[in-house]
């Protein structure tokens, strides 16, 4: 999510003329967006601002925005006094805000294209130099191919471990309009592949003002029969929001990606309800299994926390079961932190048992992967290409080119699934 707003943000910024770049010295303006979920991703954030105190010494003009959700967590009064030199603070609940902003800037149309760079130079005396922001707005994929669409914010839901509904408040959703011009957009510009985001981006619902609701499944066909698209996906689902409805449109609509990152957090009854998600390990076996009913080929990955607080051997050895009973394509895990727990829970384990578990989990998790890489072999697999590289498949794996083959960035391409190289596949171009 914090990658698509800094995308959403360096957008704003651009479309009043300013420029990027990866050069602090040339920046007129930076902005930090900030991350709190995990200790380390606060602390660069904290680290990076204090190091900007150096380049607002050199450029006073210069405007530096500190955003998201360590904002959000932290509070303007906090950051203002530690960092004087911090012209704004923005949360992660109020980022449109920054459009607002942005007015006391000159606008572009008194400085055209061609005078701006004579322009930025100017300190002092013209009524207006024109600001150049340049942030590193990364992206994700990094590849023009591939463009992100945030669907709602925030999240309703409840999970006793999550800072998101405090930092990003209560789920709200976009309208399908908006939504659908920004993908006529962002496909005009060249993006063959879409992602839908959301924290639970598969709770929404837009009702228009006549009392007519979009439903989810509805918004995806939608945007899956945008012209020029090649690919679209979802990011990240929740077990709690599929419909029967989501399920035919799933099976209808091959250009929805047959990929589904399904955020599971334990395998076990007991630590589920503790975490407050709302759904069982059957219920979510449940859904599973009916996403291959409807898409037999589909991948599934997860997200996993290991050590939250009463989690023991037996009920860990129900996540690390659930590996292969659910069939992940791959899991993101992480030890449970207090700090993001809003009752703050001890965990039970020390460090040194946190990182035993977590071993053992990304162990099964890797044999499993490689196992569902190997299966693929010989396999005839349609490929997205973001470079010359590298491209996907619509099960999300990825595919490199034998050697001497290159590909075509953003044209589909029928590949041969040859070997497996680290943890992708390798493959050639086949008619
Ligand atoms: S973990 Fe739970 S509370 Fe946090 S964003 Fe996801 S669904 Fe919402």
Same mark, same amino acid.
């Given at each position: 999510?914090?990658?698509?707003?800094?995308?959403?943000?360096g957008?704003?910024?651009?479309?009043?003329?300013?420029?990027?770049?990866?050069?602090?010295?040339?920046?007129?303006?930076?902005?930090?967006?900030?991350?709190? @979920? /995990?200790?380390? %991703?606060?602390?660069? $954030?904290?680290?990076? =601002?204090?190091?900007?105190?150096?380049? !607002?010494? *050199?450029?006073?003009?210069?405007?530096?925005?500190?955003?998201?959700?360590?904002a959000?967590?932290?509070?303007?009064?906090?950051?203002?006094?530690?960092?004087?030199?911090?012209?704004?603070?923005v949360?992660?609940?109020?980022?449109?805000?920054i459009?607002?902003?942005?007015?006391?800037?000159?606008?572009?149309?008194?400085?055209?294209?061609?005078?701006?760079?004579?322009?930025?130079?100017?300190?002092?005396?013209?009524?207006?130099?024109?600001?150049?922001?340049?942030?590193?707005?990364?992206?994700?994929?990094?590849?023009?191919?591939?463009?992100?669409?945030?669907?709602?914010?925030?999240?309703?839901?409840?999970?006793?471990?999550?800072?998101?509904?405090? @930092? /990003?408040?209560? %789920?709200?959703?976009? $309208?399908?309009?908006? =939504?659908?011009?920004?993908?006529?957009? !962002?496909? *005009?510009?060249?993006?063959?592949?879409?992602?839908?985001?959301?924290?639970?981006?598969?709770?929404?619902?837009?009702?228009?003002?006549?009392?007519?609701?979009?439903?989810?499944?509805?918004?995806?066909?939608?945007?899956?029969a945008?012209?020029?698209?090649?690919?679209?996906?979802?990011?990240?689902?929740?077990?709690?929001?599929?419909?029967?409805?989501?399920?035919?449109?799933?099976?209808?609509?091959?250009?929805?990606?047959?990929?589904?990152?399904?955020?599971?957090?334990s395998?076990?009854?007991?630590?589920?309800?503790?975490?407050?998600?709302?759904?069982?390990?059957?219920?979510?076996?449940?859904?599973?299994?009916?996403?291959?009913?409807?898409?037999?080929?589909?991948?599934?990955?997860?997200?996993?926390?290991?050590?939250?607080?009463?989690?023991?051997?037996?009920?860990?050895?129900e996540?690390?079961s659930?590996?292969g009973?659910?069939g992940?394509?791959?899991?993101?895990?992480?030890?449970?932190?207090?700090?993001?727990?809003?009752?703050g829970?001890?965990?039970?384990?020390?460090?040194?048992?946190?990182?035993?578990?977590?071993?053992?989990?990304?162990?099964?998790?890797?044999?499993?992967?490689?196992?569902?890489?190997?299966?693929?072999?010989?396999?005839?697999?349609?490929?997205?290409?973001?470079?010359?590289?590298?491209?996907?498949?619509?099960a999300?794996?990825?595919?490199?080119?034998?050697?001497?083959?290159?590909?075509?960035?953003?044209?589909?391409?029928?590949?041969?699934?040859?070997?497996?190289v680290?943890?992708?596949l390798k493959?050639?171009?086949?008619?």
């Open positions: 999510m914090n990658e698509a707003d800094s995308e959403r943000i957008r704003s910024f651009a479309a009043r003329g300013f420029e990027l770049t990866d050069s602090l010295k040339a920046a007129d303006a930076v902005v930090i967006n900030t991350c709190t @979920v /995990r200790q380390r %991703a606060e602390d660069k $954030a904290i680290s990076q =601002i204090g190091r900007l105190r150096k380049w !607002k010494l *050199a450029r006073p003009d210069g405007k530096l925005f500190v955003v998201g959700c360590a959000e967590k932290l509070g303007r009064k906090y950051i203002r006094n530690r960092f004087p030199f911090v012209d704004e603070v949360g992660a609940k109020s980022l449109d805000k459009e607002a902003l942005l007015p006391d800037f000159p606008t572009l149309p008194d400085f055209p294209p061609e005078n701006r760079h004579s322009v930025q130079k100017h300190t002092t005396g013209q009524p207006s130099p024109l600001p150049t922001f340049r942030p590193p707005t990364p992206r994700l994929p990094d590849s023009p191919v591939s463009a992100f669409i945030t669907i709602m914010r925030g999240c309703s839901l409840k999970c006793s471990y999550c800072i998101v509904p405090a @930092v /990003r408040g209560e %789920a709200s959703y976009l $309208a399908p309009e908006e =939504i659908l011009a920004e993908a006529e957009a !962002k496909i *005009a510009e060249g993006a063959k592949e879409l992602i839908l985001l959301g924290q639970t981006v598969n709770s929404y619902r837009y009702e228009g003002k006549d009392g007519a609701a979009v439903s989810f499944p509805a918004l995806l066909k939608m945007a899956a945008l012209p020029g698209l090649a690919r679209l996906r979802f990011m990240s689902p929740h077990p709690l929001f599929f419909t029967d409805e989501f399920f035919r449109v799933f099976r209808e609509n091959p250009r929805i990606g047959r990929y589904i990152h399904l955020p599971v957090q395998g076990s009854d007991r630590i589920l309800k503790a975490m407050r998600r709302g759904y069982t390990r059957a219920r979510y076996l449940d859904i599973v299994a009916k996403i291959r009913e409807a898409a037999p080929d589909a991948a599934v990955s997860t997200d996993f926390i290991v050590g939250y607080p009463g989690e023991t051997e037996a009920d860990f050895r996540s690390l659930l590996i009973e659910a992940f394509s791959f899991a993101y895990c992480f030890k449970y932190s207090r700090r993001t727990d809003e009752r829970l001890e965990p039970d384990l020390d460090e040194a048992g946190m990182d035993e578990r977590l071993e053992r989990l990304l162990a099964e998790v890797k044999k499993n992967s490689g196992a569902i890489l190997n299966a693929r072999i010989g396999r005839i697999e349609e490929v997205l290409p973001e470079s010359r590289d590298f491209g996907r498949t619509s999300n794996f990825v595919v490199r080119p034998e050697r001497g083959a290159e590909l075509e960035p953003g044209a589909l391409v029928r590949m041969e699934i040859t070997g497996v680290r943890n992708a493959g050639r171009p086949v008619p």
